[in-house]
């Protein structure tokens, strides 16, 4: 009896002798008698950067500037206002503004109002806007285009009842104040209903802007002066711990550590006759019986290979038994993204017996049985190794559970 490893995505010759050294061990141990050997694939099959990495901004084309630009900084800012539409009126709320000798607040000038009538004038503009909006106008016609009309009054609802906004009303003491206070709320607004449209909205920036705009100027601000104290204190909060900043600041390594696991799977499902050819020369090479065992992507090529032969009648000779551990085959095949198998299709005659192994932590394990239900062939088994995703996709090598099954299926296919 032989046994033959094949490896998953992303491991390159180093890993790949450290992974193997588990699983020889464990199996020899278990099976004296059996010769158990290695398909190492990941430097001739596996995923490089051809061209150095040239087409991923910030990792050194030319004219592509790596460091964070105004852009940057004013996506971040909205997507801190996406995840939290009242965050600016909670930092006026809490801090206020600061208000030097100087300032005024506009008392005594004429056709002025003192700050606090016109910021109640202004909380109770944001109250009536849900009755004006959907009259009609740009604003209605902007909300429609944008995806945006169906959840607007419920964000004007939210920000214009929101203890925050009362608060930072409270907490404006001039006219400047005021005016700043219509921006936000207007930001507040606007990022409410973006994120109640989520996906479904169709919305630019320049529409974004706009409607910020519009909804300022009816609340009685000046649209052309952006928030002052709390844009900025968000501002430079959003480029600290917002996703976008990270992604971009990152994305360059990101990408290039992320290339040999995802690129594999990538290159596999473009170009996967070459692997498919690799292992079949490598499970024939040698007489006997053979339990095949692939990880992750490996498992994947595996399943394609033998469904694919037994499909043309010509079954890979002398393979028993086929154990897939932490593998994407049943994923694939639902999605009808598996080369092997036909979406909807049973498993071909000549297909071998099917052990799958999976972790419920592992996200990149799936159930096989229940996507091939009746068929006799197929069983899955459940691993615990109590580790979190991703440790928990390599940790099955170490897990006597694992060789316990694997011992077990070959006793029920009486392979010897």
Request: proline share 7%.
């Amino acid at each position: 009896m032989r046994f033959l490893f094949v490896h998953g995505t992303g491991v390159r010759r180093e890993r790949h002798e450290t992974l193997f050294a588990l699983v020889k061990g464990a199996l020899t141990a278990r099976f004296p008698g059996a010769a158990v050997d290695s398909c190492f694939w990941g430097e001739r099959f596996g995923a490089t950067l051809g061209a150095g990495g040239r087409s991923v901004p910030g990792l050194g084309a030319p004219g592509d500037p790596a460091a964070p630009d105004a852009a940057d900084a004013e996506t971040a800012e909205w997507a801190l206002l996406l995840a939290d539409p009242l965050c600016e009126l909670r930092v006026l709320a809490e801090a206020g503004w600061d208000t030097g000798p100087d300032e005024g607040d506009g008392f005594g000038m004429p056709g002025v109002q003192s700050a606090g009538a016109g910021v109640l004038q202004l909380l109770d503009r944001l109250g009536e806007l849900p009755a004006i909006a959907p009259a009609g106008g740009e604003l209605a016609a902007l909300l429609r285009g944008a995806g945006l009309a169906a959840g607007f009054p419920a964000a004007l609802e939210a920000v214009a009842g929101s203890a925050e906004a009362a608060r930072a009303g409270e907490r404006a003491t001039g006219q400047p104040q005021a005016r700043e206070l219509a921006t936000a709320l207007a930001r507040a607004v606007t990022a409410a209903a973006l994120a109640s449209a989520g996906a479904e909205a169709d919305c630019t920036a320049v529409e974004r802007d706009r409607l910020v705009e519009l909804l300022t100027t009816r609340l009685g601000g000046d649209a052309r002066v952006p928030g002052g104290r709390a844009a900025a204190v968000l501002g430079r909060l959003a480029l600290r711990v917002t996703t976008q900043p990270l992604l971009n600041a990152w994305r360059p390594s990101l990408t290039v550590g992320a290339t040999p696991a995802l690129g594999d799977i990538l290159r596999y499902q473009s170009r996967g006759e070459g692997l498919r050819e690799f292992l079949h020369a490598r499970i024939t090479a040698e007489p006997g019986p053979t339990v095949l065992i692939g990880h992750s992507l490996g498992g994947i090529a595996l399943v394609d290979l033998l469904a694919l032969a037994a499909a043309r009648g010509e079954p890979v000779p002398g393979v028993e038994l086929l154990v897939t551990v932490g593998s994407q085959a049943p994923f694939l095949y639902e999605l009808g993204a598996l080369t092997g198998i036909a979406p909807g299709t049973k498993l071909p005659y000549a297909f071998p017996h099917w052990l799958n192994i999976y972790d419920r932590q592992d996200v990149l394990s799936y159930l096989a049985g229940p996507v091939f239900p009746g068929d006799p062939r197929v069983s899955d088994h459940r691993i615990t190794s109590r580790q979190p995703f991703p440790a928990c996709h390599s940790a099955y090598w170490k897990q006597a559970a694992l060789y316990e099954r694997i011992e077990q299926a070959v006793a029920e296919a009486e392979i010897g």
